[in-house]
């Protein structure tokens, strides 16, 4: 069945450090590849998505692109802030319905 | 909009006591889903709708009923509850289409506790 692997945390950086987020799939076909952001007591958000092969989502400063050589969707920026502290999901979608399977979550923490 | 609201949003239940928990989505959305949410272990879903009528299982099910007789609504039953049903339960909804690429909207979640 499809899996998403995406990097353990918790990920502790500095403000305007870079961040990368290692995100990794396996599915059948051809999915459609999100990342979702949980910021602390709240539901989750869309934060970008891609649909197909090369497409790079891009978001708020964050950025992923499809890879579907090394099935792979990073999610990286530039330079982080503290308002980005929050969990980050990567998950998938395809199939015959519109179930999205995620990954474990990775708790960002951004210090001042 | 309100988008998608879930009530209650914190709950305790004793061993063996039923509840419902409530979500309505006020987007037109065909698709609802609920997810539970557990430490270390990502979002999991519980059952599904495509439609008004239309429900089926996700991976896991066990201990929980759904219904779907509106678009808009879209409650989970617990049956018996038990402790390995302490979680933080999320419902999302989205449009139907071919592409399956829809962005999926989240509730803000209930959390429940079973003692």
């Known amino acids: 069945g499809d899996s998403v692997t995406q990097m353990e945390g918790p990920v502790t950086l500095s403000e305007e450090a870079f961040l990368t987020i290692n995100c990794t799939y396996t599915?059948?076909?051809?999915?459609?590849l999100f990342w979702y952001v949980q910021y602390p007591g709240e539901g989750l958000q869309l934060l970008l998505k891609?649909?197909?092969?090369?497409d790079k989502g891009s978001n708020k400063g964050f950025e992923a692109t499809y890879r579907k050589e090394t099935t792979s969707f990073h999610l990286e920026k530039g330079s982080v802030q503290v308002s980005d502290s929050a969990v980050y999901f990567c998950?998938?979608?395809?199939?015959?319905?519109?179930?999205?399977?995620f990954g474990k979550g990775t708790l960002l923490t951004v210090n001042p | 909009n309100a988008g998608v609201t879930q009530t209650p949003k914190f709950q305790v239940l004793k061993t063996g006591q039923s509840m419902t928990l409530q979500c309505a989505q006020d987007?037109?959305?065909?698709?609802m889903s609920w997810y539970r949410q557990d430490p270390g272990m990502g979002l999991r879903l519980i059952h599904y709708?495509?439609?008004?009528?239309?429900?089926d299982q996700g991976e896991v099910p066990n201990g929980y009923n759904v219904s779907r007789s509106t678009t808009e609504d879209f409650p989970l039953r617990l049956l018996s509850a038990a402790p390995s049903q302490t979680s933080v339960y999320f419902c999302?909804?989205?449009?139907?289409?071919?592409?399956?690429?829809?962005?999926?909207?989240f509730g803000p979640g209930t959390r429940l506790t079973v003692t």
């Open positions: 999302a909804s989205s449009p139907v289409g071919a592409e399956l690429n829809y962005e999926q909207y």
């Open positions: 987007m037109n959305h065909e698709y």
């Open positions: 998950a998938l979608s395809g199939g015959s319905n519109y179930k999205l399977t």
């Open positions: 891609a649909t197909k092969a090369d």
């Open positions: 709708s495509v439609g008004a009528g239309i429900t």
């Open positions: 599915a059948t076909g051809y999915p459609s």
